[in-house]
C-alpha cells in the first residue's frame, strides 16, 4: 500500500522541503502559527507539529499526521497549545524514515535543559549527520526519532553554555549542510540561517511589538505581518520582550542561497531576495522563448508551477497561451489508496486535456523540471491521444543531474533521466517532437543576474545542475556517492 501522502505521479516532482513559522507576542500564538503553516502547507504535506508555551501550563505541544487544515482547526487541539509564543512545523522528510513515518520523526522537537526547556524546528539537511549521531550515541545520547534534525539538540543537551541561546550557537557550529531555524524557549523566539543561506527565513513584525519568523513571506501575510526583511546567511536573532537582537555565529561565507526555490519550491506570491518568485518565473519563460523558439499553435502549462513560465514563454514568442491541461483542485492526497487499477490511471487523477482546445494544434508544453521523465511521458500520451499535431516540451530549469543533500529528497543520480541522457535522448524517451531545457546561465539571468552565471563563484546553490556542491555532503561521501570532478 502506498503512503497516505502519496500520489502514483509524485515521485517525478522534486520534493519540497519543510517549512518553519514562529510568533511571539500574541495572546493566541499557536492559532497564527497555524495560519502560517497552512500557508506553508506547499513546502511538507506529510506532517505538522506545534509547540507552545504558557506561564500557567509551561510547554505544550500537537504533532499530527497530514494537512493543517485538517488538524489545526479543531478547537480541541489549538486549547491544549495556549500562550503567546508558538513555533511550528510543516514535515517532508528528507532525512529520517520514509514512506510510514513515525510520529517521534514530525517537528519540532523538545528537549528539557538545566535552564529551562526548548523547542526546535529545521528546515534543510545536515549533511554530517550520521557521523554526528554515531559520535552522539557512543557518548550516551538517546534518540527518539530518525530525523538528522535531533542531533540539534542532543548537541545542545552537551554544550557547556549556560543559556540557550549559546547553546544553540554551539550546536550549529559542529553540524555541516543546510539549515533555517527556529526555536523557542521560555521567553524568546530564535531564527538562524546557516553561513550560506541555503534555505529561506524572513522576519516579520505584528503590530507594534510582536514578531513573526517564517520560511516564505506568504506565511507572513495570511497573519496579516508586515515583511521587515530576510534573515541574512548566518545570522541569529533573539527575540524576546519586543526587541529583535541579531548576532552573527558564523564565520563569514558567500552566499548560495538554493536557485530552486525561484524555479519550483517556493510559493509564487512570495519574495525572494528582493524578487518576486512569480516575476522570476515569469521571467524564465522570457529567457526560455529566446533560448528555445519554435513554430506552434498554442503555449499551455504543466499545472500549476509551469504557469508562470507558460505565460512568459507565450508573451515573448507571441504563441497564445491557452490552458490545456486543467488540473483536479479537489484530489486531495488521501484520496488513493488503492487498487493498481487506479493507481496505473496515474496522471489522470490530477490532470486532464481540454481536447476542443488542442486538438489539431501544435502545442508547446512548459513545466518546472524533469527528474524521472516519467510524468513527461504520461502527460505527452494525454496530448496526443486529445489530437495535439505536435507536442514541444520546454522546460523551466536545467536539467537536474545530481541529488540534492540539502533537504530536497531527490532520487539517487542513477535514476535521474539528466544524469543517464543527453537532452536528444531524453526527446526521444520522452517521445515528444522537440525537448529544451533554460541553461544555466538563463536561469540566472532570470534571476536577476544580468551576466549569467559565474562559473567560478556560482551566486546560488545549483548542485542539483551542476554538480558543484557548495558543502561536501560528508556522510553520502563515507557511503561512496562520487563527487563531480572539478573542472
Known sequence: MQPFYAHPFDDDKLKEECGIFGVIGVSDASSFVALGLHALQHRGQEAGGIVSYDQETGFNSARRFGYVRDNFTKPDVMETLPGSLAIGHVRYSTAGSKGATAIRDVQPFFGEFSMGGAAIAHN??????????????????????????????????????????????DALRRVEGAFSVVAMTRTKLIGVRDPLGVRPLVLGRIGDSAWALSSETCGLDIIGADFVREIEPGEMVVIEDGKVNSTRPFAPAKSRFCIFEHVYFSRPDSILGGRSVYETRHAIGVELAKEAPVDADLVCPVPDSGTPAAIGYSQQSGIPYAMGIIRNQYMGRTFIEPSESIRNMGVRLKLNVNRALIKGKRVILVDDSVVRGTTSRKIKDMIL???????????????TAWPCFYGVDTPERSKLLAATMTEDEMRDWIGVDSLKFITLDGLYRAAGEAKGRDASAPQYCDACFSGQYPIAPSDKIEEGFQMKAAE
Open 124 to 169: 534543510g539537511n545536515l549533511t554530517n549527520a550520521a557521523a554526528l549521531r554515531r559520535e552522539l550515541i557512543e557518548r550516551g545520547s538517546i534518540f527518539q526519532s530518525s530525523s538528522d534534525s535531533e542531533c540539534i539538540i542532543h548537541l545542545m543537551a552537551r554544550s557547556i553554555q549556560m543559556n540557550i541561546s549559546e547553546r544553540i550557537k
Open 385 to 399: 491521444e486529445a489530437g495535439a499535431a505536435e507536442v514541444h516540451f520546454r522546460i523551466a530549469s536545467p536539467p
